[in-house]
């Protein structure tokens, strides 16, 4: 194990840490202000912050001198830096891709990062408060120190407050910072590694060999580092079996038991957390999905993995029952989690189905795993910190996941609209394409070319981030390859940065000739239907002027109808009284 990478010589002179802390400060001041009279307001929040930080770790540790011969450049604070490192331009690079404003979110991560280092710290000195005899250890990062979860839950809560600012949704947010926490899970797991802590319970006999390899942690050589002597898995071991075989197997080894390489089992589930997620965003169904999906996967693995672990830093509470009740019961938990939760995000019914099965597996073979012999003692335990907020976030992101789905169901366009991002990076979004618009408007700004009627070759470049596609005020006359005059050639664009603002434009130009395509064709189809419309309506109005017609005709029927049966009645009322005119005749006649 490596505790120190290497070392950097200096002179034999005490230099105070403060001074250090103090030039810090002063820059952050001084870039706040600068921000302050750009309005730029996260910028200068996030100098101002910066400054107060230094401030009080430099009074903190106002009488901590440097008087070593040699700097020591420790394992773990160089994978923590590196692991922010990697942190930065991966969200940077996906909160661009998303439309979110690019300034803003870099504010934002640096705010985030410190707040999750800080609150790392303070859940670990909240869990082990012996290892703390003075103020200054509180600042001693050297040994490592810091709760991953500690530094979820600070993270989340410093991006809410700050994004509450700049009225940006919280979930764009967190969608595109999770993936930096698993390549920070990656990263800085292997300084775990290399430092020793962290480290799991013994291996069995029948492990392979090369997991007993990687398990054995030596022990380190006197004033390796200012405090404590040998690895913490060495130290402990040699604590837990003294006087006896195991113990005296220790000493002649000079090194630990093997035991479970669980630095590097997290290492690895950063990977593959990594992967899970980058492969989710192409399938994206709602803002919040890629965040929770992280949530219950980290959480449910890690409670795996603390049941491994057997460093005595992680802190424990709850009730103290059976090991096999305990953990087989959290398991069924995360399994009902998963199935009314997160295996909605499944598209295949039958991979679903077959997911939601197998999510109970873990729990019946903890239960048998552990479940005591037959009248025998079970082992009493508390969940450990970790595994108790892994837990409870679980279930909170499973019943979110459910509810947002179901919107998403409903309203699949809306759920991934640019709406979601929040009002302040709408208005961010708009003012960036305001100001380039202006420029590309600008007759003095633009490059004098000569139309010779050619167009464009095509160019497969596309913008990274998807408001591209809303920078509609082009010049057209940019959309046509044009010669240089000959007094220009040697105005001609030659660095990077202009040919990448040409591919930019380039890209910008087809999508909007596509749009341009789109819209007509839309046109197109609009004016078809209009007129299918008016056919209809010709058709319709036709109709009822024949309806109209044949109710006249017969009306005029019915008349004719009524008007003959009248004829008829007044005929027969002739013949009648012809009848009794002959009878009266007849009568008459007989009379005579």
Same mark, same amino acid.
Request: charged residues 30%.
């Given at each position: ?495 990077? +940065?202009?040919?990448? /603002? *040409? !591919?930019?434009?380039? %890209?910008?130009?087809?999508?909007? &000739? #596509?749009? $341009? @395509? =789109? ?47 009248? +004829?008829?009645?007044? /005929? *027969? !009322?002739?013949?009648? %009284?012809?009848?009794?005119?002959? &009878? #009266?005749? $007849? @009568? =008459?006649?007989?009379?005579?």
């Amino acid at each position: 194990m490596h505790p120190i990478l290497f070392r950097i010589p200096l002179p034999h002179m005490p230099i105070k840490l403060w001074w250090g802390l103090a030039l810090v400060a002063a820059i952050s001041v001084i870039y706040g202000l600068y921000a302050r009279r750009k309005a730029d307001n996260g910028s200068f929040i996030g100098g101002i912050v910066v400054a107060l930080i230094c401030g009080v770790a430099g009074f903190a540790l106002k009488d901590t001198k440097l008087e070593a011969t040699s700097l020591p450049i420790y394992s773990y604070g160089v994978m923590l830096g590196l692991s922010l490192v990697v942190g930065w331009y991966l969200t940077l690079t996906l909160a661009e891709r998303d439309g979110l404003p690019k300034e803003t979110m870099a504010n934002c991560y640096v705010i985030v990062a410190l707040s999750a280092v800080v609150a790392s710290r303070l859940l670990y000195i909240v869990t082990n408060p012996d290892e703390f005899k003075q103020l200054a250890d509180v600042w001693d990062l050297r040994r490592g120190g810091l709760v991953a979860y500690g530094g979820f839950v600070g993270g989340f809560i410093a991006s809410w407050a700050y994004l509450k600012t700049q009225k940006i949704n919280l979930m764009p947010w967190a969608d595109v910072a999770v993936p930096s926490l698993a390549s920070g899970l990656l990263v800085t797991r292997i300084g775990c590694y290399l430092f020793g802590c962290d480290f799991g319970k013994r291996l069995s006999d029948t492990a392979p060999g090369f997991l007993k390899k990687l398990g054995t942690f030596p022990h380190w050589p006197d004033q390796t580092l200012a405090s404590g002597s040998g690895s913490p898995a060495y130290v402990r071991h040699l604590e837990l079996f003294r006087g006896t075989p195991l113990g005296s197997e220790v000493v002649s080894s000079n090194a630990s038991l093997p035991v479970h390489p669980t630095q590097l089992y997290e290492s690895l589930t950063g990977l593959f957390l990594l992967g899970l997620l980058l492969w989710q965003r192409k399938n994206q169904k709602f803002r919040g999905q890629i965040f929770f999906l992280f949530t219950f996967t980290y959480g449910a693995i890690r409670f795996v993995l603390e049941v491994l672990r057997d460093d005595t830093e992680r802190g424990s509470f709850g009730p103290a029952i059976g090991e096999h009740w305990l953990i087989a019961g959290s398991l069924l938990l995360f399994a009902i989690a998963f199935t009314f939760g997160i295996a909605l995000g499944i598209k295949d019914p039958a991979k679903r189905t077959v997911a939601r099965v197998l999510s109970f597996v873990p729990a019946i073979v903890a239960f048998v795993m552990l479940r005591p012999a037959s009248f025998g003692k079970s082992e009493v335990v508390q969940l450990s910190t970790s595994q108790g907020i892994g837990l409870a976030s679980a279930l909170l992101c499973a019943f979110y996941y459910a509810k947002l789905w179901e919107e998403a169901r409903k309203n699949p366009a809306g759920a991934m609209s640019k709406a979601t991002l929040g009002e302040g990076a709408a208005k961010e979004t708009k003012a960036a394409d305001g100001d380039d618009s202006e420029t590309d408007n600008d007759p003095d700004k633009l490059p004098k070319l000569e139309d010779d009627g050619e167009v464009e070759p095509g160019d497969e470049t596309r913008a990274e981030a998807p408001v591209s596609k809303a920078l509609g005020s082009k010049k057209k006359g940019l959309k046509k390859k044009a010669k240089p005059r000959a007094a220009d050639v040697d105005d001609e664009p030659k660095d990077e +940065d202009e040919k990448a /603002e *040409s !591919k930019d434009e380039k %890209a910008e130009s087809k999508d909007e &000739k #596509a749009e $341009s @395509k =789109d819209e007509k064709a839309e046109s197109k189809d609009e004016k078809s239907e209009s007129k299918d419309e008016e056919a209809e309506s010709k058709d319709e109005k036709a109709e009822s002027k024949d309806e109209k017609a044949e109710s006249k005709d017969e009306k005029a029927e019915s008349k004719d109808e009524k008007a003959e049966s009248k +004829d008829e009645k007044a /005929e *027969s !009322k002739d013949e009648k %009284a012809e009848s009794k005119d002959e &009878k #009266a005749e $007849s @009568k =008459d006649e007989k009379a005579d």
